[in-house]
């Protein structure tokens, strides 16, 4: 089992920037693919960026060129840096665990991420 602690959300202003942070309690490599997730207010869950154990990315077009998921393995972290910050990309981010082999998928308790003038 992976126990998921995220930091790094806060209050940003348009145009903005921040950085994510999800440290892993075990070891993420190889079994794990990493993502995040995030949530607004009334709408469903959505995945913003996944990372698989080999580097490779995958996001979603609204955050496509603005978002950059990134591990690190020997500190079981994964990153998420949140470029030109809109408000529409407020919502409570969450950090997820996929374990390749047993299909178990773990989640972070969530850090808020609110943009705002």
């Known amino acids: 089992q992976v126990q998921l602690v995220e930091s790094g959300g806060g209050l940003v202003q348009p145009g903005g920037s921040l950085r994510l942070s999800c440290a892993a309690s075990?070891?993420?490599?190889?079994?794990?693919?990493m993502g995040w997730y995030r949530q607004a207010p009334g709408k469903q869950r959505e995945l913003v960026a996944s990372?698989?154990?080999?580097?490779?990315?995958n996001y979603a077009d609204s955050v496509k060129g603005r978002f950059t998921i990134s591990r690190d393995n020997p500190k079981n972290t994964v990153y998420l840096q949140l470029n030109d910050l809109k408000p529409e990309d407020t919502a409570v981010y969450y950090c997820?665990?996929?374990?390749?082999?047993?299909?178990?998928?773990?989640w972070g308790q969530g850090t808020q991420v609110t943009v705002s003038s």
């Open positions: 990372i698989t154990t080999t580097g490779g990315t």
């Open positions: 075990a070891s993420i490599f190889p079994m794990y693919v």
């Open positions: 997820n665990a996929l374990n390749l082999f047993t299909d178990n998928r773990y």
